[in-house]
């Protein structure tokens, strides 16, 4: 299939949600992630049923024995599993049994797409087991380059996935060997993404999805002094994964995105939860994503809400392909020293939503710039504050716009975040250091 052209929706027409990754093509974006939700061809089966694209199967190699205490999760104020942690490994069964369902799952769908996931050691091992997927009927393979427990261990996963070199040599191995596209799963445990996915490229990979998870520890069993998730007495480091990684994956796909070196299509992963999610992915330059714990935690059927959501936000935006919204964000991606320091925000408190609970008068004064007052104390009585109103006000003399007021409001659209308009022109750090641009006055610096 050629490339999507990206091309304006026009009115009265649907969205295509077809999905290219380097050769890969399913008819949407949302895959199932390598990992349990994909262990297995009944599963996948299911998942197809309730509407997922493609699925990227839970990485093959030499069958391994797994523990029987696997995952881990944080909880944070109600909320259950912001963040979730595994020390499971490779698929544990048997190869024939993996190759079988494959092809059985490829035979009853063959519109959606099948990703191999990979893991071996020697160039023979590589031969062998790509010639194997792809008898099987995979339409393209995912080299596992990311596991950040166990497999590293034994020289694999995360271990090969932080050497660029090596990294280069087995993806050019598998492109040799390969008669469908091959992609890289990049491993998030490194100082910068960039090297590593140019190492993927320089190999002849047909494309990378980034990030595996994020080597970690969930917790610790404060009563027992073991680790989680406890393996008798013991325990190790795991992956870590969930809606708590997302910005993470989210700086590292458009750290590569932006780099002009870099050409190869991205699959997303790493807390990918809604639609929303996935349209900041695309918008940051991925083709397709990759969802796990969602569906870990909630079921196949998450991806209903997904391709609902996707395809009413490229209609309401006039996108008629994936293609005219890819990257479309990408651009806005800027080093700090290139950001306008005359631009100016303040906030603005709409007395008619808020509910007087003073949660922006506490994080104002205790963790930002003291610029936000009850009416009752002096400060408040100095702007003119009326003593009977429990609706904070802003010192706008003061206020640096940093959102943190607005992040902690309960009340949605309570607090805005308005722009000043101050009669500058615009002007960075660094054309004021190398230029001497004019700066505005500093705020809130007491």
Not at 38 to 57: E, K, L, P, T
Not at 292 to 313: A, F, K, P
Request: aromatic share 6%; with cysteine.
């Amino acid at each position: 299939m050629a490339d999507m052209i990206p091309i304006r929706l026009s009115k009265g027409t649907a969205p295509d949600l077809t999905s290219n990754t380097g050769g890969i093509v399913t008819p949407n974006p949302f895959w199932l992630a390598s990992a349990p939700p994909a262990n297995s061809g009944g599963q996948i089966m299911r998942a197809f049923d309730a509407g997922w694209g493609g699925a990227v199967w839970k990485t093959l190699g030499t069958p391994i024995q797994n523990v029987s205490s696997r995952f881990g999760a944080v909880h944070y104020k109600g909320t259950r599993a912001i963040g979730f942690n595994n020390i499971e490994l490779i698929t544990d069964r048997p190869l024939e049994t993996n190759f079988r369902e494959i092809y059985e799952v490829k035979k009853r769908y063959p519109k959606h797409g099948v990703i191999v996931s990979l893991m071996v050691e020697s160039r023979e091992e590589w031969r062998d087991i790509i010639k194997r997927s792809i008898d099987a009927g995979a339409d393209g393979l995912e080299l596992n380059f990311g596991c950040p427990h166990g497999m590293c261990e034994r020289g694999m996963g995360s271990a090969v996935g932080q050497e660029p070199s090596l990294n280069q040599r087995i993806t050019s191995w598998a492109v040799e060997y390969s008669t469908v596209p091959v992609l890289v799963k990049l491993t998030p445990n490194v100082d910068e993404i960039g090297p590593h996915g140019l190492a993927a490229q320089a190999g002849g990979a047909h494309g990378v999805s980034l990030i595996n998870t994020i080597k970690s520890i969930i917790g610790v069993d404060i009563e027992r002094k073991v680790l989680e998730p406890r393996v008798g007495s013991l325990s190790t480091n795991g992956g870590y994964c969930g809606p708590a990684v997302k910005p993470i994956a989210l700086h590292m796909i458009a750290s590569l995105a932006r780099d002009p070196e870099f050409r190869l299509p991205i699959s997303g992963i790493g807390g990918v939860s809604n639609w929303r999610d996935a349209v900041e992915f695309i918008l940051l330059g991925c083709s397709s994503v990759q969802v796990c714990t969602e569906v870990m935690l909630r079921g196949y059927r998450v991806v209903e809400d997904m391709i609902e959501g996707l395809t009413q936000y490229m209609r309401d935006h006039g996108y008629a392909n994936l293609e005219a919204m890819r990257g479309q964000a990408v651009p806005s991606y800027s080093e700090w020293g290139s950001l306008d320091l005359n631009y100016e925000t303040i906030a603005k408190i709409d007395p008619d939503k808020c509910i007087g609970c003073q949660a922006c008068v506490v994080a104002c004064h205790d963790g930002a710039h003291q610029c936000i007052h009850p009416t009752t104390s002096p400060a408040g009585a100095a702007l003119g504050g009326d003593r009977s109103s429990r609706v904070p006000l802003v010192d706008e003399r003061e206020c640096v716009g940093c959102n943190l007021c607005q992040i902690v409001c309960p009340v949605p659209d309570c607090i805005s975040m308005v722009e000043v308009k101050n009669g500058l022109a615009p002007a960075t750090w660094n054309e004021h250091v190398n230029d001497g641009a004019v700066l505005r006055e500093k705020k809130g610096v007491h």
